[in-house]
């Protein structure tokens, strides 16, 4: 599928100069400069990217080896590795933002020999064909020595409670637990599951069994953590505890959990490529830990669960048996599962001001939960593979009570908003929601091919559509690129086009946008243009 995103004018060049950089952290080339464009590949650490020109495009925010940047200059990419973007992808140029490449180190005429290096009589100036070069091999983050002086768990142990503690920048080979309240700077330090021939030989990166901490700036990757649970973990009942500015990646189940803890965040840091979960925000599978007043805010969650792990468990962002729980201003990319799933026995949750988009699963599930606000949330492209009857939702709101979705934007979905009820013993009941305000824009429906806008359905003899349910929608704006034809686009007990819809309680309100209305909508919220 090609996505094409709206600009207001062509991006401008910046700076012209052809220039070798490295992939400071995982980098993503995009068609055009603006983080709504297609994903044409993702490369590792230490690739080598040739760029020829910086320009202005849209605005992005990236958080890489532990540094939180916001900008809107790209450069414009014309080989990768060596070998041209036109014989690898087709096209002449891809697009990075900048902050995630740096500079290839290149020896400078005249710099000292390094120290390391026996230098038996002066050298001469090198020449261009002495420049260090790259391999196509993915080399580990450049930031750190790979052997540490002294151990992270020594450190921790000697700082005293209510301190702060900046380690050195290096690579700690070892799982640490932090007893007492403190601040620790890790900006620079890498924690690694791996042992020093690259085997996974560590379960936890960090154990927070403490209130009042917090772990700012570290790398942490791989590690072999058993299903639903968490290699860097806030233990339960802890309280104030920050987790930020850290890139978080390769753990075998969740990069991080904290469902047990209480008033604690985890905020502007980047997590992906975790086995089955990016974020776990609740209780493994046997707990029963409530926690309360928790947030995730800020951070780039994307491309986590691998192929043929347990279902389930899998998801970007996880949540079970929060209580007031809030989950704003992310973007969410990339996963192949649920991007938001609340899953059983959450209470009065905000979902607010989130990207989330190209996920195979829902976009935004509530399951099984009571009381959510979901509003103001930027979602597209979401639910393709679970494209069947109003499963594969932008926002799904699934045998649960008290939603109010509201001022979202939701597009080209496999189904735009859903709200439905099934005959389960541990549901609250599908009552008192309410779905106001939203645009929706799906693609033309055709034999085999549903994209309902707005889907109100049971799939039992059920009280969804029953006054005394007070399950409502009200002034909701859609947008289908062809005029109505024999396929319904709505859901109200039966499938329906708008002059019925507007009839019934689920559809008080409705009304189409036209193409005007909605292509300034779609490039408002930065969403591609078409399906």
């Given at each position: 599928?090609?996505v094409?995103t709206?600009?207001?004018a062509?991006?401008?060049?910046v700076?012209?100069t052809?220039?070798t ?22 490369l590792?650490?230490?690739?080598r990217?040739t760029?020829?020109?910086k ?10 080896a ?5 900008g809107s ?7 990768v590795?060596?070998r041209?973007?036109?014989?690898l ?5 891809l697009?990075?933002?900048?902050a ?6 290149v020896?400078?005429p ?9 230098v038996s009589?002066?050298?001469?100036t ?8 790259v391999?196509?091999t ?12 002294t151990?992270l768990q020594?450190l ?19 799982s640490?637990?932090?007893?007492k309240?403190?601040?620790i ?5 890498v924690i ?9 030989v560590r379960q ?5 069994d ?5 772990v700012?700036?570290f790398t942490m990757r791989?590690a072999?953590?058993p299903?639903a649970?968490?290699a860097l973990r ?15 990646s ?6 991080v959990g904290?469902?047990?803890?209480n008033?604690s965040t985890?905020t502007?840091?980047?997590v992906?490529?975790?086995?089955q979960?990016?974020v776990l925000l609740g209780?493994d599978?046997?707990?029963?830990t409530?926690?309360?007043?928790n947030?995730?805010?800020g ?5 986590n669960?691998?192929p043929?792990v347990?279902?389930?468990v899998?998801?970007a ?16 990319y990339?996963n192949?599962?649920?991007a938001?799933w609340?899953?059983v026995?959450?209470?009065?949750t905000?979902i ?10 829902p976009g935004i599930?509530?399951?099984i939960?009571s009381g959510?606000t979901i509003?103001a ?21 699934s045998?649960?009570k008290?939603?109010?979705v509201s001022?979202n934007?939701?597009a ?7 709200v ?8 609250p009941?599908?009552?008192?929601n ?15 091919k549903?994209?309902?806008a707005l889907?109100?359905?049971q ?12 399950n ?17 686009r709505f859901v109200?007990?039966g499938?329906r086009?708008?002059?019925s819809f ?13 193409s ?7 490039a408002?919220?930065?969403i591609?243009?078409?399906p």
């Open positions: 599928m090609v094409f709206v600009e207001t062509a991006p401008s060049v700076t012209a052809t220039v950089k490295v992939a400071a952290c995982t980098v993503n080339l995009r068609t055009r400069p603006s983080t709504s464009a297609t994903i044409r590949k993702s590792k650490t230490g690739t990217v760029t020829v020109a320009v202005t495009g849209g605005h992005w925010t990236s958080v890489c532990g540094k939180r940047t916001t200059s790209w450069y414009r990419v014309s080989a590795n060596g041209s973007v036109r014989s992808y087709g096209v002449r140029y697009y990075v933002a900048t995630r490449v740096k500079p290839l180190p020896a400078m005249g710099a000292p020999t390094p120290t390391a290096m026996p009589a002066p050298t001469p090198p020449t261009p064909t002495s420049t260090p070069v391999g196509p993915p080399i580990p983050t450049p930031t750190a020595p790979s052997v540490c002086g151990s020594a921790i142990d000697a700082t005293p409670a209510g301190g702060t503690l900046n380690p050195p920048a290096c690579t700690y080979r070892e640490v637990r932090i007893t309240p403190l601040t700077n890790g900006a620079g330090s690694d599951g791996r042992d020093a021939a690259g085997n996974i936890t990166w960090m154990l927070v403490a209130s009042n901490v917090v700012a700036g791989y072999n953590n299903s649970t968490a806030i233990g339960d009942g802890m309280s104030n505890v920050t987790i930020r500015d850290c890139d978080l390769q753990a075998g189940s969740a990069a904290y469902g047990g803890a008033d985890v502007n840091c980047s992906h490529d975790n086995g979960m990016g209780r599978l046997s707990g029963t409530h926690g309360y007043r947030s995730l805010v951070n780039v969650i994307y491309n669960r691998k043929a347990e279902t389930g899998d998801g962002v996880k949540a079970t048996l929060q209580h007031n729980l809030s989950i704003r201003d992310n973007e969410i990339g192949a599962a649920h938001i609340l899953d026995g959450n209470v009065d905000t607010s001001a989130n990207r989330v988009h190209d996920n195979s699963g599930m509530m399951e939960s959510a509003s949330n930027a979602v597209w492209n979401n639910g393709f593979g679970a494209a069947v009857w109003g499963w594969g939702a932008g926002i799904l709101v045998s649960s008290g939603a109010t001022g934007t939701v080209w979905n496999y189904a735009g908003i859903s439905i009820a099934q005959q389960r013993p541990d549901s009941g599908a009552t008192d309410y779905v106001h305000d939203n645009l929706v824009f799906e693609d033309q429906q055709a034999a085999g549903d994209r309902y889907f109100w359905g799939d039992y003899d059920g009280q969804l559509y029953a006054p005394a349910s007070n409502h929608g009200a002034n909701n704006r859609f947008y289908y690129p062809a005029a109505e034809n024999q396929y319904g109200w007990n499938v086009q708008l002059a507007v009839t019934v309680p689920g559809g008080t309100g409705s009304s189409y946008l036209t005007a209305d909605a292509m300034t909508a779609l408002a919220h930065g591609p243009a078409i």
